[in-house]
């Protein structure tokens, strides 16, 4: 049981290359999440899945791409990566809306030069 | 709008000492507390959490009570350790059908031998 897995851990981009943050988890919840996490910021959610099929936005979506591939995945895409990106990237699941708890990955550390 | 305040880091303690972090929210609703905990290099992990007014969450020593009077949730250890180093997080869900969780900036804490 791997829990919440994301790949790359690492990634260095140029300003305007796109690149796609990968996401899986094998719990079987039904909602997804993900979030960038800025010194002095705590963690902000960019979009959620609350289930298979949906998917929507959360405080800081510009820039940013959601797919919910399947139950299990939920990727995060920057089609144009700015600097103002660089960040570290979470993502989560939970059972069910919020108010249980959302376990999270590792993290992708992302820089754009 | 949900938010979340907790005291500014870092807190630097000897080890043994008292531990408190504060916590204060705004929500609408009835929410959920969480405090979670990130070890350097790592993701988020559930510390404990709280779900309704006067609920206590306890793990591995750490306390906080659920006090709407005051709109609290204040994190207590009687005895911290080296390895509780760490950033704490204060977080809620005011739930409904939000699915978000708001997080507070984070407190870095060192605990010195």
């Known amino acids: 049981n791997a829990g919440v897995t994301q790949t790359p851990k690492f990634q260095v981009l140029k300003t305007g290359q796109s690149m796609t943050l990968q996401c899986a988890q094998d719990m079987n919840h039904n909602s997804m999440y993900w979030y960038r996490q800025d010194p002095g910021m705590g963690l902000r959610l960019i979009y959620y899945?609350?289930?298979?099929?949906?998917?929507d936005k959360g405080e800081v979506p510009n820039g940013y791409n959601v797919s919910r591939l399947n139950k299990r995945e939920f990727s995060l895409r920057l089609e144009s990566a700015a600097p103002s990106q660089t960040s570290v990237y979470f993502c989560?699941?939970?059972?069910?809306?919020?108010?249980?708890?959302?376990?999270f990955g590792p993290g992708t550390r992302l820089t754009v030069l | 709008g949900d938010s979340v305040t907790q005291m500014e880091g870092p807190v630097t303690l000897s080890e043994e000492a008292f531990l408190t972090i504060n916590c204060t929210y705004t929500?609408?609703?009835?929410?959920?507390l969480f405090w979670y905990v990130q070890y350097p290099g790592e993701g988020l992990q559930l510390l404990l959490k709280?779900?309704?007014?006067?609920d206590k969450g306890s793990n591995k020593g750490f306390e906080a009570t659920y006090r709407k009077e005051t709109t609290s949730f204040h994190l207590e250890k009687g005895s911290v350790q080296v390895s509780d180093s760490a950033v704490y997080f204060c977080?809620?869900?005011?739930?409904?059908?939000?699915?978000?969780?708001?997080f507070g900036k984070g407190t870095l804490l060192t605990v010195n031998p």
């Open positions: 709280a779900t309704k007014a006067d």
């Open positions: 929500a609408t609703g009835y929410p959920s």
């Open positions: 989560a699941s939970s059972d069910q809306r919020g108010r249980n708890e959302q376990f």
């Open positions: 977080a809620l869900n005011s739930g409904g059908s939000n699915y978000k969780l708001t």
């Open positions: 899945s609350a289930s298979e099929g949906t998917t």
